[in-house]
Each structure stands twice: as structure tokens, then as C-alpha cells.
């Protein structure tokens, strides 16, 4: 994490358990943010926008900050990205715009992360309606899952005047910045504020309603104009390992759901935690059993250090809070005593050749077995695809690659003419985030907008602020 991105000081000894699960980083000020502000070159061609993957005119919205417009600066960043709030929170910035960012090299780059926090904060506190529906145009469409590219998409299709239903299967919206980032870097409220800005924009959710069980996806082509498929992933996958069913071992993700879902005294967590996985996942669990109040916490990863997931600021952020990792080191039981987990046994790993995803590919070191004493094991290795989702589209005509759903660039309509798709069921290659699915989303409604001929400028007719 870049030295200038300083977290409030964490001293769990001298907080209470509700305390440890506030935001890490504090709100700026209005003399902090607009100090940061003035910083700004407001570059002409400016990278940052560039690495931004839905294009907010970063310059702009920061000028606006520094001139006291903070409604302006809210309006020019949602302009582009719907969801700013939480990208504000959880985009891996030192990655996108503060790692383009013409000052990043010599100097600190600017903070625009927080920048845009302190804007969206402002719109959220202000209660500011920045869109209207657009007029009427007579076709409706159906959104499955209301994660960040069923929000984004569904209320730039608003803003065109589109009837949009939003089918989710859970029984709150906002797909994993709801239920899967962990509170303390954003809390549930932010990403149900959006929710509500999308269904104050017309938007219709039907929560509660999984697509393939109480309605087939094909009543949804035959009942709707167009149908957007953003089901996201599902949940961790087994490990294929003996004792998985053993008391104390964990789905990573319904980890981190039951903190953001749950009284937070009432979460059960080990004294002495492995967690099996180091990605986004494995990091947030560790961190989360860490501010429960688990004594070790061991994330446990077959590869090395240079092949891990995680983004290198949350590795830091993870040693920063007391995580131990050990690389090359695979599991191959969870031992159990009683029913209740008591060790994970371990062989160790060495780098061979690299595999399909270029990483080199961990062997087994033979006779190096050897158990680390827990008395939970968090899992957290990736998230299945969902083949139900897939099988039913596939039924349609829809092409498929692994498990993720195809489609065309610049559209994102799938092999099927009346279905889109977007967000973390198509991410087939490279990373998934946030920032990603909520692009996703925009294109998408470009595409459906195209396809029935609806001009994308009328978006700006139906702002106001
Ligand atoms: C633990 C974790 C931490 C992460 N941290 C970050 C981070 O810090 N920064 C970042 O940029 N990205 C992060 N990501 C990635 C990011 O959350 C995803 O890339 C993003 O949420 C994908 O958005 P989506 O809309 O495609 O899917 P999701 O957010 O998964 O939403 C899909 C929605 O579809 C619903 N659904 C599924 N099936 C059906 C059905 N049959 N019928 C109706 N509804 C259905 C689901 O309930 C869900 O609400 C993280 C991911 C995880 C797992
Ligand atoms: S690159 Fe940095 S200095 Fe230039 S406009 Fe973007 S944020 Fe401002």
C-alpha cells in the first residue's frame, strides 16, 4: 500500500470488536480533500483516465473538488460509473488511476481513490438525485443478479427509458460489494445505497427470485425484449481433500458474508486459523478472523510468493495485521478429532514447468508431509462457475468457454440474439473486479441500446444535479 494511503492506526487492544470492523481508511476533510485537490495537474490526455476501465473524467471531478462543487464532482464521476461508491472504496487502485498517475513516479500520486470517496460521500449525505428515468421507449428487459454489472447496466438502460426488472436470488442487491467485500474496507450501507439510487431510477427488483428455479430463463426471452445475464460466480469449490466435513471447516465466502450479514459478537472463529488460498478471498478472511480476534492466522498457499493472487497491497495490508503465509505448501487432509478440526496436514511444494496459466506449476516434494494445529480451516480457493446458470443457456443456443459465458466485444450480446451477458460469469481471461463488471454493464446497454436503436445521448438529457 503506497506509504501516503496511511489506514487509521490499528491497536486492537484498545478497540471494541465494532470498532475493528469500521472502514480502514478515515474520510477526508473538506481542508484535506481540497488540499489533495490542488495537487492535481489536471493533465490534458490524462492517463488516469485512461486506466480507469469506465472512463470517469478523473481530472474533472478532482477540479470540481478543489473549487468547492463537490454535487458537480459527484455528478461527473456517476456520469460514468454508477457505482462510484464502492469503486471508490474497492477498486485496486495502485493498479488503475493512482498507478497512471503522472505523479506517481516522482512524487505521491494523487489520492484519487479517497477523492472520489469524499464526492460520493458528499451526494450519499446530501441525499442527491443526480438521474431521472429517461422516456419511455417501450421495451422491457430482464437483469439476472443484481451485482455491480446488473446495477450499472441497469441504470444506464434506465436512463434510456427502458422498463428494466432485476431478478436477484438473494434477498438484498448488490451481489458481492454486498455480501463478499469485507466490511472494513466497505460497509453494507454504501453498496445498498446504490441498490436504492437504481431503483429510484424505476428500477423494479424482484428479490428473492432465482432464475432457473421459480422462472426458466427461456419465459424470460419470451417475456422480455432482451435478457442481461449477470449471475457473477458461485461459491468456493470443494478441495477434494479427506475432512472437509469436519466441524471448523469453512466456506471462505460465507465467511465474510456472515460478517457483513451478522451481530458480529455472534461469529464463531478459530483461536488458530488456516486459511487455504491467497487471493482476494484468503487475504479478506484472514484479516477478518485477525480483527475477531484470532490469536495465528496461517494463509497457506501452494505456490510462492511471486505467483500469489493477492495484490501486493493487500499482502501488506495482511502482514501489517498480524497474518503468517506459508508458500509452497499444498493440503491434503484436515485432521479431526471428535468431529472438531485439530490439524491441517500439509505436503510441501516445489516449482516445476510453467502451467496453462503461465504460473510455474507446483510438484509435490515427496515424504515432506507435516500437520499445522488448528482448530478451523477457512477455504478459500476461487469460486465455482455456476452450471446450472450455464446448462439452461447453453440449452438456448449460448456459447460457453470452461464454464464462462461468450460474447461480443463492443456488445457483450452472447451467441443468442436476445441475451447479454457481463461481470464475473464471462471474465474467462485475466482479472475480475468490481470496476470491470460495472464496464461490463455499460456495454452491455450500449449493445441492447443498439439493438434496438436507441441513442446512447439521451443518457445525458435524462441528468440533473
Ligand atoms: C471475497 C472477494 C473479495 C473481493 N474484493 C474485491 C475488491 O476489493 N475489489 C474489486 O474490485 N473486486 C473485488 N472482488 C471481485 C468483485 O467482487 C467481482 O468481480 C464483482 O462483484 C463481479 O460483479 P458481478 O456483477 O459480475 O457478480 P456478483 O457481484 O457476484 O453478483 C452476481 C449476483 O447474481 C445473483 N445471482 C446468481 N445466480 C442467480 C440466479 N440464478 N438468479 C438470480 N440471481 C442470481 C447473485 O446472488 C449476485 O447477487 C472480490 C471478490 C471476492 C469473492
Ligand atoms: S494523472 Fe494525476 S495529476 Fe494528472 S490529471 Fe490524473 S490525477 Fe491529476
Redesign the pocket.
Known amino acids: 500500500m503506497a506509504e501516503h494511503y496511511k489506514p487509521f492506526k490499528y491497536k486492537p487492544w484498545e478497540m471494541s470488536l465494532e470498532q475493528r470492523f469500521q472502514e480502514v481508511f478515515p474520510p477526508y476533510s473538506q481542508r484535506e480533500a481540497m488540499q489533495e485537490a490542488n495537487r492535481c495537474l489536471y493533465c490534458f490526455d490524462a492517463p488516469c483516465i485512461v486506466a480507469c476501465p469506465t472512463h470517469i473524467d478523473i481530472p474533472t471531478f478532482i477540479k470540481k473538488i478543489a473549487t468547492d462543487n463537490v454535487r458537480g464532482s459527484a455528478r461527473t464521476i456517476l456520469e460514468s460509473n454508477l457505482l462510484g461508491a464502492t469503486c471508490s472504496r ?3 487502485v495502485e493498479e488503475l488511476c493512482e498507478g497512471a498517475c503522472v505523479l506517481a513516479h516522482d512524487h505521491k500520486p494523487i489520492t484519487i481513490g479517497r477523492l472520489q470517496r469524499y464526492s460520493m460521500d458528499y451526494a450519499s449525505s446530501h441525499k442527491i438525485k443526480f438521474f431521472e428515468p429517461g422516456k419511455a421507449n417501450g421495451y422491457k428487459i430482464a437483469i ?7 446495477l450499472s447496466c441497469a441504470g444506464e438502460l434506465a436512463k434510456l427509458g427502458f422498463d428494466i426488472t432485476v ?4 434477498k438484498w ?5 454486498t ?4 466490511v472494513f ?1 466497505e460497509p453494507v450501507e454504501v453498496s445498498l445505497s446504490e441498490v436504492k439510487m437504481i431503483e429510484d431510477m424505476g428500477v423494479k427488483f424482484k428479490f428473492n ?5 421459480q422462472v426458466t430463463f427461456q419465459q424470460l426471452v419470451d417475456e422480455y425484449d432482451a435478457v442481461f445475464v ?4 458461485g461459491n468456493v469449490p470443494s478441495m477434494e481433500i479427506p475432512g472437509e466435513d469436519l466441524d471448523g471447516v469453512l466456506d ?2 460465507d465467511f ?1 458474508e456472515e460478517t457483513k450479514t451478522e451481530a458480529l459478537s455472534t461469529i464463531k472463529y478459530g483461536q488458530r486459523v488456516c486459511i487455504i488460498g491467497a487471493g ?2 484468503g487475504i ?1 478472511c484472514a484479516t477478518i478472523a485477525r480483527r475477531l480476534g484470532s490469536q495465528r492466522v496461517m494463509i497457506v498457499y501452494r505456490r510462492s510468493e511471486a505467483e500469489m493472487p493477492a495484490y501486493p497491497f493487500e499482502y501488506e495490508f495482511a502482514m501489517r495485521e498480524g497474518v503468517n503465509f506459508m508458500f509452497l505448501t499444498n493440503p491434503v487432509e484436515v485432521i479431526g478429532k471428535d468431529g472438531k478440526v485439530v490439524a491441517l496436514r500439509c505436503q510441501r511444494m516445489d516449482l516445476g514447468e510453467p502451467d496453462a496459466s503461465q504460473r510455474r506449476k507446483p510438484v509435490a516434494v515427496p515424504d515432506s508431509e507435516f500437520d499445522i494445529p488448528c482448530d478451523m480451516v477457512i477455504t478459500a480457493i476461487g ?1 465455482k462457475k ?1 452450471s446450472n ?1 450455464v446448462d439452461a443457456l447453453v440449452k438456448l443456443g449460448v456459447h460457453t468457454d470452461r464454464g464462462y459465458i461468450l460474447v461480443e466485444d463492443g456488445t457483450n450480446r452472447t451467441a443468442h440474439p436476445k441475451i447479454f451477458a ?4 464471462i471474465r474467462n481471461k485475466g482479472e ?6 460495472v464496464e461490463d454493464g455499460k456495454i452491455a446497454a450500449r449493445g441492447i441500446a443498439k439493438k434496438f436503436a436507441i441513442q446512447l445521448e439521451e443518457v445525458k438529457q435524462g441528468a440533473k444535479g
Not at 209 to 213: D, S, V
Open positions: 474497492v477498486c485496486p439476472v443478479g443484481s451485482g455491480p454489472a446488473g431478478f436477484e436470488k438473494k442487491g448488490g451481489g458481492l460489494d455480501y463478499g467485500i469485507v474496507r427470485h432465482a432464475i432457473g428455479e449477470s449471475v457473477g460466480l471462505g465466502l465474510i482476494n478471498t479478506d469460486q455456476l446458470v457481463g461481470g464475473d460469469c475480475a473486479s468490481t470496476v470491470m463488471a
